[in-house]
């Protein structure tokens, strides 16, 4: 028998007994997650009888959250930073992109066998198809060579982009793009931060993704890219999702580009951890505008 225990600020109906399923987010810190809001709102939309949680991790104790999923039959969890990769020899299994991408940002318990996802990767290719934008043989340009971009770079190579990397630093873009080529066989090209090379690669670009902390808040009046190089028939993805307009896509959307909120890359993310857990096709709207709700009380 179930019983509420809580309608949150929010008015997210929770409810638990001695079915619920326990899902949750580890992470250092972790105490500004959205997920929460983003999860309950989808479990409770669709009447799942499913809570969602989150619990600051420290790196020493993972194993012990593997097993502690084992032994408690927590269903699922999401890993964020600074995790993802150091997660992966505790569980039992990992998923072939994952493995690829060497991060794990979801895991499933199915009776006690734990397997690794990364839905950052397949959330950013769901919300490239939910905005009908295509990646083959399309001209990419990323920005940045951190943790988030390799998600992001893996993915777009094997869906057949011809991708070029700019970043501040030029070491860890070279060594991204090498490894982007081993493993999803394309060649990458890797330029320097100058807004000579921005503009030589955003003439002849279909899609700008910027996959740098540049923008975010509370540093949100900084952009990487000067606003006369956007331009109409440019696509411009942000990952950065607070704020969930950053500069540079306010300055693309004014220049007529198409501009895509990191928030949508988090949304679909969080869908796709929600199918892998649940079985059921996620309320992506109902977990839009929870996630969006979360971000404006964060800000107020
Ligand atoms: P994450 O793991 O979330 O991607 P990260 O590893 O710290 O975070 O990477 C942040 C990215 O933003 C890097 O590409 C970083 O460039 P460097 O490799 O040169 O550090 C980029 N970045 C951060 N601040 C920047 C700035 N002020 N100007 C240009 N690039 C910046």
Redesign the pocket.
């Known amino acids: 028998m179930n019983r509420e225990i809580k309608s949150d600020q929010k008015g997210t109906e929770i409810f638990v007994g001695t079915g619920t399923k326990l899902c949750g987010i580890i992470g250092d810190p972790v105490e500004h997650s959205i997920s929460p809001d983003m999860q309950n709102a989808a479990f409770s939309r669709l009447g799942l009888d499913f809570v969602y949680l989150a619990f600051r991790v420290k790196k020493e104790d993972l194993e012990r959250v593997a097993d502690s999923m084992r032994v408690l039959g927590i269903r699922g969890i999401n890993v964020t930073m600074p995790h993802k990769i150091a997660v992966i020899p505790f569980l039992d299994e990992v998923d072939d992109l994952a493995a690829k991408i060497g991060a794990v940002n979801t895991v499933v318990n199915e009776n006690g066998v734990l397997k690794g996802y990364n839905t950052d990767a397949s959330g950013f290719l769901r919300m490239l198809s939910t905005a009908d934008i295509t990646i083959e043989n399309k001209r990419v340009l990323v920005l940045?060579?951190?943790?988030?971009?390799r998600a992001v770079a893996c993915v777009l190579a094997e869906r057949g982009a011809e991708i070029t990397i700019i970043?501040?630093?030029f070491a860890?873009a070279v060594e991204l793009a090498a490894w982007i080529s081993r493993e999803a066989h394309r060649k990458v090209d890797v330029l320097d931060?100058s807004t000579g090379n921005m503009e030589s690669c955003l003439k002849k670009a279909d899609i700008l993704v910027n996959?740098?902390?540049?923008g975010m808040s509370p540093v949100s009046n900084e952009t990487?890219v000067p606003e006369k190089l956007l331009r109409s028939g440019l696509s411009v993805v942000d990952i950065i999702y607070n704020p969930i307009r950053t500069r540079l896509l306010q300055e693309a959307e004014n220049k007529g580009a198409k501009v895509i909120s990191g928030l949508e890359m988090l949304v679909q993310q969080g869908a796709e951890a929600f199918e892998i857990w649940t079985g059921e096709k996620a309320p992506v709207n109902e977990m839009r505008r929870a996630a969006s709700g979360a971000l404006k009380a964060n800000e107020d």
């Open positions: 940045g060579a951190g943790g988030a971009c970043n501040r630093s860890p931060l996959t740098t902390s540049v990487l």
